[in-house]
């Protein structure tokens, strides 16, 4: 099957889940079709007088970003963004702390600086905080923190700047 | 220092992995856009940034096409039998929900028959208005209650 094929193959597919949303008086969803779908051919198979076009379909789960250091490879952030919609205030602050635990894996010096609901684009999301404190000390600037879902008791992102303190004099 | 390579991999491979820890049902796919690669002034560091979206398997969508030509001549969509339930449907009904995709002409078709067919869908035949004009009766079912067309084959012998 040739390349046009497939594409001349492909235009069923979305013709004919639009024309659906048409006939169920969806037709505003018409423009993020393919945006929220998507289809892949899977197979092609010869079947009767026909040539059986097979596409797999999909539906978009979530969106995804992350930031790694590019000199070591060390993971910043990541983020489950739209699993932040519908938060809410339920769970409890205990929960809360050790779904974020789980997720954000704080190293011993990690000192717990906030756990509390804030208001994140008109809805309350869970937020988890920790400083880092070396001997004591505070390390400016270092931190831990993560964003629980208090609806889905969902961690949806873990943000981290860290480093390990050297307190051997530098030559400066 | 890890190339773009391994690093848009360990993306996927974290991003899987805690995907389907929060979605064990579902079969993801990740696709990855076009990395971006930049000095973060606060981080002060060289920030690699890689954005994903995560796709859930939903079932499949079949297209008839003609091995002759290599042209499309129907589909069956196998989701449009969910929920599928008899609600009798009108003929202009039909005939528009049917005109809404490109093997359909609402002008030069007619609706011939349309029953109750198999799992309740509605089943219609549909003919050329006109003889002699080289359009083929077509075979439309559509589920009468989420009223999604679940398919159009031509009818008679192949392409």
């Not at chain 1, 076009?53 to 983020?79: I, K, M, P």
């Amino acid at each position: 099957m040739s390349d046009a094929q497939a594409a001349a193959a492909e235009a069923v597919v979305w013709d004919a889940l639009k024309a659906d949303l048409w006939n169920r008086g969806q037709a505003d969803r018409v423009l993020t079709l393919q945006h929220e779908r998507r289809a892949e051919l899977d197979s092609v198979a010869d079947e009767g007088p026909y040539r059986r076009v097979r596409f797999a379909l999909f539906r978009r789960r979530c969106d995804y970003a992350a930031q790694c250091n590019a000199t070591t490879g060390e993971e910043l952030s990541w983020l489950f963004g739209s699993l932040l919609r519908g938060s809410s205030d339920e769970m409890d602050k205990e929960q809360g702390v050790a779904l974020a635990q789980e997720a954000a894996q704080p190293p011993p010096e990690a000192v717990l600086e906030q756990a509390d609901y804030q208001v994140q684009g008109g809805q309350p999301v869970f937020v988890v905080r920790w400083a880092h404190h070396h001997d004591g000390i505070p390390v400016e600037r270092d931190y831990i923190q993560a964003l629980v879902n208090g609806a889905t008791r969902r961690v949806v992102a873990v943000h981290r700047k860290w480093h390990d303190v050297d307190p051997a004099p530098s030559a400066r | 220092m890890p190339d773009t390579q391994a690093l848009r991999q360990k993306v996927k491979d974290d991003c899987l992995r805690r995907a389907q820890a929060l979605f064990p049902d579902d079969k993801l796919v990740a696709e990855l856009a076009e990395p971006q690669s930049r000095w973060h002034p606060f981080l002060l560091r060289h920030v690699f940034a890689q954005s994903v979206v995560l796709w859930r398997r939903a079932g499949h969508f079949d297209v008839l096409v003609d091995p002759a030509t290599g042209e499309p001549v129907g589909f069956e969509n196998p989701d449009g039998w969910r929920e599928c339930r008899w609600i009798p449907l009108a003929e202009t009904d039909v005939l528009a929900m049917a005109a809404r995709t490109a093997f359909v002409d609402g002008q030069a078709m007619a609706v011939a028959s349309l029953e109750q067919g198999p799992r309740g869908c509605a089943e219609a035949v549909l003919q050329p208005r006109r003889d002699g004009q080289g359009v083929r009766p077509l075979r439309v079912r559509i589920n009468p209650a989420r009223r999604v067309l679940i398919s159009i084959e031509p009818i008679g012998q192949g392409a």
